[in-house]
C-alpha cells in the first residue's frame, strides 16, 4: 500500500509557551502550520472537547514527506492523564543530543538511546547518528497492544501494513521502507489511553477512503467518525474517517489530494503561534494568582 503515507501523531498539550520552547529548542523542529478554531473538531481531532482550541504543525520538513507531530491546545485545560497507550517516537538525529546537553535538558540512557520527556510528560527516545540531507529522521511511533496477535491481524489484514520485524513481544509495521513506522509492544495488560490518547494520521488516495470505512464494518471494527469533510477557514477542505483499533489507538484516514492542498508549509506558523499565546494570557493569569489550570 505505498499509495498510504504515515502523516502525524497528535499530541493535546497544556502549556504552549514551554512547548513550543522544547520542539524548538531541545528536538530541533519547526513549526510548519498553526491554526486557531473557535469550537471543537467534527472529527474530535482535539479530544472530546466543544470549545476553543488550537493546533500546531511542527516538525524537521512538509508533511509530504516528513512524519511530523500535530499538538493539540484546548483554552483552560493545562494537564492530561497519560495512559499505557503510548511509549514514545524515536528519532535518529545527534544534533537532539547535543541541544539536549546544551539545554541541560533532564535525560535517561539505556543501550545507547537517550529518552526525554517534552513538558506535558510525551517520550521521545533519540538514537545516535545522522538521516542524508532530505530524509526524515523520525523512525518510529511507539505503542502499547494487549494482544499482538490481534494488533498484527488488524493493521496487516485490514489496514495493508507490512511487517518489517517481528519478535515474541514486539512488532513494527509500515507502509514504506522510507516511512515513520508503527512499533507495538505487548503489555499483556489492557491498554489505558486516560485522557491524553493521541491519533495517528494517515494519507491515502481519496478513493481509497470509502473502501478503508467499509473494511472496517465488514470486520466489525470501530469507526469512531465516519466518512466526512472537515473544514479549515481559508484552507482546503479535506475529507476523513476515524478508526480505532483492537486497543483503541485512534486512527485517521485523510484523503491525499486535499491534505497535499491543506498541509504546505505556511512561512507565518511562528508567529501566529507565537501571537495566539501572547493573546492567551492565561499561563500568565494562573501563575499571579497561584492557581492551576483545569486538569482533563
Known sequence: MSSRRALHFVFKIGNRTETA???RNVLGMKFLRHEEFEEGCKAACNGPYDGKWSKSMVGYGPEDNHFVVELTYNYGLGFYKIGNDFHGITIKSNRILENVRKTNTTNTVKDDITTIESPDGYRFHIVPGNVPNDADPVQSVQLGSSNLEKTIDYW???LGMQIYSQTEKSVVLGYADDQCKLEFFDLGVPIDHATAFGRVAFSCPRDQLPCIEQTIKDANEKILTPLVSLDTPGKATV??????DPDGH???FVGNEAFRELSQVDSKADA?????????KSDEWFA????SKASA
Open 156 to 158: 496487516k489484514r485490514l
Open 21 to 23: 520552547k522544547f520542539y
Open 288 to 291: 499571579r494568582h497561584n492557581k
Open 250 to 252: 485512534e486512527i485517521c
Open 239 to 244: 475529507e476523513v474517517v476515524i478508526l480505532a
Open 272 to 280: 501566529l503561534l507565537d501571537e495566539a499565546v501572547q493573546a492567551d
